[in-house]
């Protein structure tokens, strides 16, 4: 099996770098244009299927990729983002003064920290992961692609990888970058390509940074 696996396009939450997790942001028009530019790459390929996280910014993008690819579209709630709980629509620059504590035992042991009222990144591979498993078992012999977030992806390419969470922070993301998992009876899991933005080359950017310097 080889399974696409994306993130999902720019939202103004993270313009504003504003902690997501599981709130229902939009795509904003950077967004739409990042999915659509996804959607040209992929054109042509022979994805049997489309996967979305049932959070509106990846099930937006993945709606513009089934439809460029005439491929059926189904949601897998398990490749959802993690669950923040009460730092949800917080700005990442007020977390060390409105929780100072978890801040400092998710800088030096982020496997340890349970966002207060949310998940915790053991977790959220957890149930990542056996969405993927969920994937191979429907699709052994077929390409297919999935449309997830973050820290989501991040920890499906830690598992592959053997990156032990405490590290999680090696592996960057960005919006609607594609990766590229593939699964071998000989080799099991191995990753194809990680984090790659060359579709992005002549897509519209933000004039502010999206990255998420929290995590």
């Known amino acids: ?4 696996l994306l993130r999902h396009g720019e939202t103004d939450w993270n313009v504003e770098q504003r902690i997501q997790g599981v709130s229902d942001t939009a795509l904003n028009d950077v967004g739409v244009a990042q999915a659509e ?3 040209c790459a992929l054109r042509g390929r022979p994805i049997a299927c489309v996967y979305a996280s049932p959070l509106r910014r ?3 993008t993945a709606e513009i990729v089934a439809q460029a690819l005439d491929a059926p579209l189904f949601e897998e709630a398990g490749i959802a983002e993690l669950n923040q709980g009460e730092l949800e629509g ?3 620059r007020r977390l060390p003064e409105t929780h100072p504590d978890f801040m400092r035992v998710w ?3 982020p496997a340890r920290a349970r966002m207060p009222g949310g998940e915790t990144l053991p977790e959220l591979q957890e149930r990542a992961w056996a969405a ?3 994937f191979l078992a429907a699709h052994e012999n077929e390409v297919i692609a999935a449309v997830s977030h973050n820290l989501a992806i991040i920890m499906i390419l830690c598992r592959i990888l053997g ?3 405490d590290g999680f922070r090696r592996i960057r993301q960005h919006n609607a970058a594609m990766n590229i998992i593939e699964h071998s009876p000989e080799r099991g899991w191995s990753v194809v390509t990680m984090n790659s933005l060359a579709h992005l080359q002549d897509a519209p950017v933000s004039e502010r ?4 310097p929290y995590i």
């Open 163 to 165: 990156v032990e969470l």
């Open 37 to 39: 530019a996804l959607a």
């Open 1 to 4: 099996m080889l399974l696409y």
């Open 90 to 92: 917080e700005p990442f």
């Open 132 to 134: 993927v498993e969920r």
């Open 209 to 212: 940074n999206p990255y998420q």
């Open 107 to 109: 800088r030096d042991h």
């Open 58 to 60: 990846a099930r937006r």
